[in-house]
């Protein structure tokens, strides 16, 4: 996988302003806390992967990252100004993001768990403004399409080449044939110039060949780590490979 430029990535980097953190909820998070005690967190200027268990943070940090670069916290481009209901944590105003020297042509976060939420703002502003909205999401509006075939005509239609995309679990209505697509379009739109910052738990998508995969540990501490030795992948190849071990022990009876 080529990444077009010698400066290609937009986002560098993140580090925590600790001028003004306080105590609690998001700076209680080992991962924050972390963060906050180094100089930052490099990306990768193609595909950065973040992975963790349920709770680690990795949808918070990737939440923040997707503010402080502009994007409505719901999801959507950097022009939704919408909002359902405020569930976003402050870190995004302690974030300082270290950009590269060019400028992304286009961009966009998406948010699995609002995606029906941005849905309804496109079919508003499809309304709404005087230039037509669908067109850019296969045509269709999201809310008549399945949750899955919605997050594939958003990846194949709307975005585009030398765009910054941040995604939260796209992985999450998507069939492991859905995740091949979207794997195949990651690809081509980083050879294209685009940049991605992926939280996921899919060893699909964490097959990209060339994407640096980050792994947030119980201690908060965020470490590179290879594509056979990440969590999501060494689970899974151990549970397919002697599934009925696994099963003896989650349904095993209380003695």
């Known amino acids: 996988m080529t990444v077009r430029g010698v400066d290609a990535g937009f986002i560098r980097d993140i580090r925590v302003d600790t001028r003004q953190i306080h105590q609690g909820y998001p700076f209680s998070l080992p991962v924050v806390a972390w963060l906050a005690s180094t100089r930052g967190l490099a990306f990768s200027p193609g ?3 973040l992975v963790g268990e349920n709770g680690s943070g990795k949808s918070t940090l990737v939440e923040a990252v ?44 998406l948010r699995a768990e609002s995606y029906y ?9 499809d309304k709404a403004s005087g230039k037509p909205l669908l067109p850019s999401y296969g045509g269709i509006s999201p809310h008549e399409r399945s949750h899955g075939e919605s997050f594939l005509d958003l990846v194949t239609h709307r975005f585009g080449p030398q765009g910054l995309y941040i995604l939260d679990e796209p992985e999450a209505a998507l069939s492991v044939r859905g995740c091949m697509a979207v794997l195949a379009r990651v690809a081509d739109l980083t050879a294209q110039g685009s940049q991605f910052v992926i939280a996921t738990h899919s060893p699909i998508l964490l097959s990209l060949p060339g994407a640096r995969i980050l ?25 397919l490979a002697a599934p009925e071990r696994f099963l003896r022990h989650l349904f095993a009876e209380d003695p």
């Open 47 to 49: 595909v950065t992967f």
């Open 66 to 109: 997707a503010v402080a670069c502009g994007f409505n916290a719901e999801g959507g481009s950097q022009s939704f100004q919408f909002a359902t209901r405020a569930t976003e944590s402050s870190l995004a105003d302690h974030l300082v993001v270290g950009w590269g020297l060019r400028k992304p042509r286009t961009g966009y976060f």
């Open 117 to 125: 939420n941005v849905a309804t703002e496109i079919e508003r502003l």
């Open 215 to 239: 792994q947030i540990g119980e201690d908060g501490a965020i470490r590179k780590t290879a594509y056979d030795d990440c969590l999501p992948v060494t689970l899974t190849r151990d549970f």
